[in-house]
């Protein structure tokens, strides 16, 4: 079984700082995908970006960027400019196959406060 | 607009009480998903379906019960619901392997449920 570990429960920065997120996972799988998700107070859960392991370069959609590290199973989240409306838990989570019947293993989740 | 709908959006019940969760979805994805979320916690899978006609037990399964109506549609049964089931439940549906191009998974916008 797979699992995901996100441990920074907290995180408050400035508004226009950048900010990491840290992620691990554990798996025995050479294949699969990791995705963060946001999710605000409304507690919709909004896909940010996601990464296939097989690709070595790390993905990138507009302020949010991710660190891949498939050798040290490690996938961190930066996002860049932060905005107000950035405030949110982020959720990090493995997929085995894109699409797979067996859904997501989701980490515990990084509550991000964005400071005026 | 498309997506996942999922009824009712709130929901309190007396310990013992029995109710069922509905969620469509309207993009003729073959998987469905089921989870819950807990304070101070990633979703959690339930049950899943990936494809009319078959589930499959996810990884928090105890108390539930469901059923791929359709391929439409997924629902959730509590038969007799404790405090510990107290939750949000979301409920999500992605396309077959293939779908590259688009969200791996859509998610519901969930169904906060009290247990007393």
């Known amino acids: 079984a797979q699992t995901v570990t996100q441990s920074q429960p907290e995180m408050s920065v400035q508004e226009a700082e950048t900010v990491t997120l840290s992620c691990t996972y554990d798996?025995?799988?050479?294949?699969?995908?990791l995705f963060w998700y946001k999710q605000p107070p409304s507690r919709q859960m909004i896909l940010v970006i996601r990464q296939e392991a097989y690709k070595q370069q790390n993905a990138t959609e507009n302020r949010f960027s991710v660190n891949f590290q498939k050798a040290a199973k490690s996938f961190s989240l930066k996002i860049s400019d932060s905005q107000l409306g950035d405030t949110a838990m982020y959720f990090c989570a493995f997929m085995k196959q894109l699409g797979g019947a067996d859904g997501l293993t989701f980490g515990k989740g990084t509550h991000l406060i964005i400071q005026p | 607009n498309a997506g996942v709908t999922q009824t009712p959006k709130f929901q309190v019940l007396k310990t013992g009480q029995s109710m069922t969760l509905q969620c469509a979805q309207d993009m003729n994805h073959n998987s469905m998903y089921w989870y819950r979320q807990d304070p101070g916690m990633g979703l959690r899978l339930i049950y899943y379906?990936?494809?009319?006609?078959?589930?499959d037990k996810g990884e928090v399964p105890n108390g539930y019960n469901v059923s791929r109506l359709n391929k439409r549609e997924f629902s959730l049964r509590l038969e007799s619901a404790a405090p510990s089931q107290t939750s949000v439940y979301f409920c999500?549906?992605?396309?077959?392997?293939?779908?590259?191009?688009?969200?791996?998974?859509?998610f519901g916008d969930g169904t906060r449920l009290s247990i007393l």
């Open positions: 798996t025995s799988e050479s294949n699969y995908y």
């Open positions: 379906s990936a494809s009319e006609g078959t589930t």
């Open positions: 999500a549906s992605s396309a077959f392997p293939g779908d590259r191009n688009i969200r791996p998974q859509h």
